[in-house]
């Protein structure tokens, strides 16, 4: 028996010989439903479901609102998310969608994530899985299951086998693109986003970010796509009218997308300089943004050239703006300790910097040397690609336990990839990742203090600085951690890998019998190996995750220190906004201006507060009073609490980039 390819040729087979489908055109929506169901097991057998509530009820959400509008009302959809580090993702037969969390941590709103579904919606809703002749809608399948990237699977030949893969057409792609656009409109989101994800994928691409690989090999390249949808009436810049630039904005702003909705506004008076409207709520964006002078000379423009009904609105406006910084005190603080503490950071972030690279570039060699490692395993593996795995059958149970080991190792392996290449460095023309982070945010933090006199935004954010920095120094102490851990997972992955290939000799040597199963003796010789194996690896598993795990909650602390450096603290009418924009991301008040001044909080610490209630199903109280009790940061208890803690840096992300995203500016940086 000759060893190569064993795993996904396995399972993918007993796949396809089971759902290879008639005709599209003999086939009942029962059947496809069918087909569905039964990949979507062969699916989650193999790969890591996410579970995070606070994720899936984000997801479900956004994609419950789209399957509404839906014109295949017998199709069940649903949606699952896949544990995978590539920006991806897909759809099979029968409703079903898959979403790579990677894609999640990339999209910048709900109305990017509803693009995102709504194009793999459009496959399904135009049958494009079903239309393809059988063999290559069931090679289109293992097309997609591929673009879930494993070291473990790759090396194992899935990926090598998708290059054969019949894709979807051209035209099918456009045609997903053409629907998810009218699905989103008719859901209420802003088509618009699924430009502007277009353009976050062209520019990740254009800055060598390999995770979007996946992606850009699935589908059409980013400038035809972005073509053809400023194609399409609901986009085209030549068609749409202000009034319908309004109605966008204004939908903007209700999300909470504080700075696009800004950007469309002036839009609309640039072509409409009298719309009251646009005048009012631009207004009440650039408060939102933390421009108090223009928005009092917007807001007094609007009250101006309005109806009562907006001068009415746009006078309030005013008063609470008056109101507000009328009790905003501004003490002027002695700065030579704000100084001092900066100084001493910036001596304890060039340390972390040098204890990050010794350990950084030790994992690397790590990584390069299991590459090899897994390589070699490779050569061993059987070829059962021509050999039916029947349910309940002992080759059945030994290709699960690969799948099983195939998944530990991509958790290793891949985790540990992913913290190794997202530290970063800071050396010379190649500063990047977490490190670049901390270092850019000081940076930030420092420029202020250098102004005479300190301007007043930066006054009001200057008492949150010892908190600031106190999460910086943690998340210095993350990134260290998550490089030991994911060491130890790579040398845990490097033990496994050995009783990995002892058992891989052993099923060298096992022989089927003539109903092509293994036979019982060579199986009870087997699952001791298989034991040992599935252990070892489990045991490199948890340390890859424990890896990644602080790796997120470094990630989670710096973006809390962003939130807090936007100062959506002060005064308590911009504080409003922050409070509405988490109402809008995790269904929670968040804590009121008074508790937060009381407990001496950040808006980042509140804004972490109200994720992690979410996610845990509590409330932002409980969560501070937690935090108070065991003298934890907040970061800290939703780690008590057993929060992923991507899920809360991704919500975190939301939160800023509801004030600082800027499409514009990134198209015109990168061309797409």
Do not use: C
Request: aromatic share 6%.
């Amino acid at each position: 028996m000759t060893f190569r390819r064993f795993v996904p040729i396995v399972s993918i087979v007993a796949l396809l010989s089971a759902n290879i489908p008639a005709p599209a055109r003999a086939m009942s929506t029962a059947t496809e439903v069918q087909i569905g169901k039964d990949d979507d097991s062969e699916i989650r057998d193999s790969y890591t479901v996410v579970q995070d509530p606070l994720l899936n009820q984000w997801v479900n959400d956004v994609s419950g609102k789209l399957w509404a509008q839906v014109a295949r009302k017998d199709v069940p959809y649903n949606i699952k998310i896949l544990d995978a580090p590539d920006i991806n993702s897909f759809t099979t037969i029968g409703g079903y969608i898959y979403m790579n969390s990677a894609t999640l941590d990339f999209v910048q709103s709900d109305d990017e994530l509803a693009g995102v579904i709504g194009h793999e919606t459009g496959h399904n809703e135009r049958r494009h899985t079903v239309t393809l002749p059988a063999k290559a809608q069931a090679l289109d399948l293992l097309f997609g299951i591929a673009s879930l990237f494993s070291p473990f699977i790759y090396r194992f030949g899935q990926l090598a086998e998708a290059g054969m893969i019949a894709k979807m057409s051209r035209a099918d792609e456009l045609q997903a693109d053409q629907y998810g656009v009218f699905l989103m409109a008719r859901a209420g989101y802003d088509p618009d986003a699924m430009v502007s994800f277009m353009r976050h994928l062209g520019a990740a691409y254009a800055e060598h970010n390999n995770f979007v690989d996946k992606y850009f090999a699935d589908h059409p390249g980013t400038p035809d796509r972005v073509s053809h949808l400023l194609g399409y009436k609901e986009l085209d810049p030549k068609t749409r009218t202000t009034d319908q630039i309004l109605v966008q904005a204004l939908h903007d702003q209700d999300t909470a997308r504080y700075s696009l909705a800004n950007m469309k506004f002036a839009q609309v008076l640039k072509d409409d300089p009298g719309n009251a409207v646009a005048l009012l709520h631009m207004g009440q964006t650039q408060r939102a943004l933390g421009q108090p002078n223009k928005s009092e000379q917007t807001l007094a423009e609007a009250a101006a050239k309005g109806n009562d009904e907006t001068r009415s609105a746009a006078l309030l406006g005013i008063k609470s703006l008056h109101d507000s910084q009328a009790q905003f005190n501004l003490l002027h603080a002695n700065l030579l300790p704000l100084h001092q503490s900066l100084d001493q950071a910036s001596a304890l972030q060039a340390q972390t910097v040098t204890a990050i690279a010794t350990r950084r570039d030790a994992g690397k060699d790590q990584l390069k040397a299991l590459d090899t490692r897994l390589q070699n395993i490779t050569y061993g593996l059987p070829d059962l690609s021509r050999v039916q795995v029947r349910k309940g059958s002992r080759l059945e149970a030994v290709v699960k336990n690969l799948s099983a080991m195939g998944r530990s190792i991509d958790m290793a392996y891949g985790k540990a990839e992913q913290v190794i290449g997202g530290i970063g460095t800071l050396e010379r023309n190649k500063e990047s990742g977490l490190v670049k982070e901390n270092a850019d945010i000081l940076h930030e933090m420092d420029a202020p203090l250098k102004l005479d006199p300190v301007p007043p935004q930066s006054l009001a954010i200057l008492p949150s600085y010892p908190r600031m920095l106190d999460d910086l120094a943690l998340s210095n102490g993350d990134m260290i951690r998550s490089l030991d851990a994911s060491r130890s997972a790579l040398a845990l992955l490097d033990t496994g890998l050995g009783d990995l290939d002892t058992f891989i000799k052993r099923l060298a040597r096992t022989s089927l019998d003539f109903g092509g199963d293994v036979s019982p003796s060579d199986y009870n010789a087997l699952v001791p190996l298989m034991a040992a194996t599935t252990d070892s690896l489990g045991k490199a598993a948890v340390a890859g995750a424990q890896g990644f795990q602080l790796f997120n909650l470094a990630r989670s602390r710096q973006l809390e220190t962003r939130i807090t450096l936007l100062g959506v603290g002060f005064p308590q009418d911009r504080y409003a906004t922050l409070r509405y924009a988490l109402k809008q991301r995790v269904k929670n008040d968040a804590l009121d201006f008074n508790t937060m001044q009381h407990d001496g909080l950040t808006p980042g610490e509140v804004a972490a507060a109200s994720i992690i209630a979410a996610d845990t199903n509590t409330t932002p109280e409980a969560v501070v009073q937690e935090a108070k009790a065991t003298n934890k940061r907040l970061v800290d208890v939703a780690n008590a609490r057993g929060m992923d803690a991507l899920s809360l840096e991704i919500f975190l992300g939301l939160v800023y980039l509801d004030y600082t995203d800027d499409p514009v500016k990134e198209a015109h940086g990168h061309s797409a």
